[in-house]
């Protein structure tokens, strides 16, 4: 006799995906703007059917997966973040564009569960230099509360580091 049966392999839950960067103001314009996931489990997550539903529009697809310990990048526009950034995957591009001013970012799961929401801003405590002087957002706070600016530093890398972990901060003396 024939038997159906569904198989589910073991995976990390999309729970473990954080927005790890945000490219909100670039120098060069809106077309430049990107966002990156990152998987903070040692296991891969499925990402089918996720999609961000508030400041960006974007849907992963059936197979679409996210290996552990990985970056992912989503971009306002393929050419542009092409000719900007040589060589750096991403892995799809967006619809609408991240406020300048700041909004609220939220990635959801197919039965509409909030996997995150970020509400970032470019007042009070949040890092100045993110804000059209050339830096991204960084999550250095993995596990902190993702809507609370102390979370969050300018990148160190000038433009960012899209696809990759954003090095460490080298201050000497006085900043």
Known sequence: ALNEATFTLAGSSPNALVLSEIMYNATAGSLFEFVELYNTSDVAVDLAGLRFTNGVLFA?????????????VLVADASAFEAWYPGVLFQGVFVGQLDNGGEKITLTAPDDHT?????????RLWPLAADGFGRSLVLEDIGGDPDDPRSWRSSTDFDGSPGRQDPEPNYHGVV
């Open 115 to 123: 996997i995150f929401s970020v509400d970032y801003n470019d007042r």
């Open 60 to 72: 992963f697809r059936e197979g679409d997966t996210l290996g552990p310990m990985e970056h992912l």
